[in-house]
Nanobody, 115 residues
């Protein structure tokens, strides 16, 4: 069955870095655009970054431009989010999403940035 499993979240101090991974299985990963979303307590889920199926184009929310980098390895069916210069306002549950013919979501991984 379809699975998206995020990992790499945790507690980090402001200014620190984390690398999130999302391992996919059960569908044709290389044909899907992949995105990272996040949801902070009491807020709506928001788009953080997207990478198209070929990996040749990416887009970022203004709030993370220059700090976060999305990438993918189609051979490993995995998408990554490198997060640098983390701020307390980056604290959220981070989800990966696959979209094309269907839409699939992972279960999320918690990122907490302390000030």
């Amino acid at each position: 069955q379809v699975q998206l499993v995020e990992s790499g979240g945790g507690l980090v101090q402001s200014g620190g870095s984390l690398r999130l991974s999302c391992a996919a299985s059960g569908f044709a990963f290389s044909m899907y655009d992949m995105s990272w979303y996040r949801q902070a307590p009491g807020k709506e889920r928001e788009l953080v970054a997207t990478i198209i199926s070929t990996g040749t184009n990416t887009n970022y929310a203004d709030s993370v431009k220059g700090r976060f980098t999305i990438s993918r390895d189609n051979a490993k069916s995995t998408v990554y989010l490198q997060m640098n210069s983390l701020k307390p306002e980056d604290t959220a549950v981070y989800y990966c999403k696959a979209a094309r013919i269907s839409i699939y979501w992972g279960q999320g991984t918690q990122v907490t940035v302390s000030s």
